[in-house]
């Protein structure tokens, strides 16, 4: 099985790729919610992303994740919503202002590898919550994979500074094994680069 802390690759530095379109939707109760559960950057995305950051909810729907940003306690920049929401195979939830630093990686965590081991990589990082219950009977579905590789081209065509495609596991991997050992990197990881 794959081993969650070990999923990165990085972006060719040298990539001219275009803005592509994103089918997303603002989730408003998320997008309200924001303020509260995220902090300003310091200065323009594009000049402080250089990673984006993988997680799995380990819940069953977009509902549950959003509910941690109505409480305060966490947020991400979009969800790939489960095999059983209307928005699947339709749209990917926009949940914070990109220009925000969301809360999805605590402020100690860091890596060697990524943005040159420097931590709260909150700062330098945008975050993509995909629906699954890290169960190991939840497989997630071929277009939560697709739509998640769609927001890291989404993301790398505005971004030039963007570098860094991680799992949170790799981050913080005493604490966290999202998006699981059931997550596809290989293939994601085609998705993107191909």
Not at 177 to 191: Q, R, S, Y
Request: proline fraction near 8%; charge should be negative.
């Amino acid at each position: 099985m794959a081993d969650p802390t070990d999923f990165q690759f990085d972006l060719p530095p040298d990539r001219h790729w275009p803005p592509v379109p994103l089918a997303e939707r603002i989730h408003k109760n998320a997008w309200a919610a924001a303020d509260g559960c995220a902090s300003l950057r310091g200065a323009a995305p594009q000049e402080t992303v250089r990673a984006i950051v993988i997680h799995a909810t380990a819940g069953a729907a977009t509902a549950g994740a959003v509910s941690v940003m109505e409480a305060g306690r966490a947020s991400f920049h979009w969800i790939v919503p489960g095999k059983d929401e209307k928005a699947h195979g339709v749209h990917v939830w926009a949940t914070c202002p990109e220009r925000l630093a969301a809360w999805h990686v605590r402020r100690s965590c860091s890596h060697p590898d990524i943005c040159a081991g420097e931590n709260n990589l909150n700062r330098s990082s945008l975050g993509i919550e995909i629906v699954n219950r890290q169960n190991g009977a939840d497989p997630f579905s071929d277009w939560q994979i697709e739509a998640a590789a769609d927001i890291v081209r989404y993301v790398a065509g505005k971004y030039p500074n963007l570098a860094h495609v991680v799992s949170h596991a790799r981050l913080d991997p005493t604490r966290r094994t999202d998006p699981g050992v059931n997550f596809p990197w290989a293939e994601f990881k085609a998705m993107v680069l191909n």
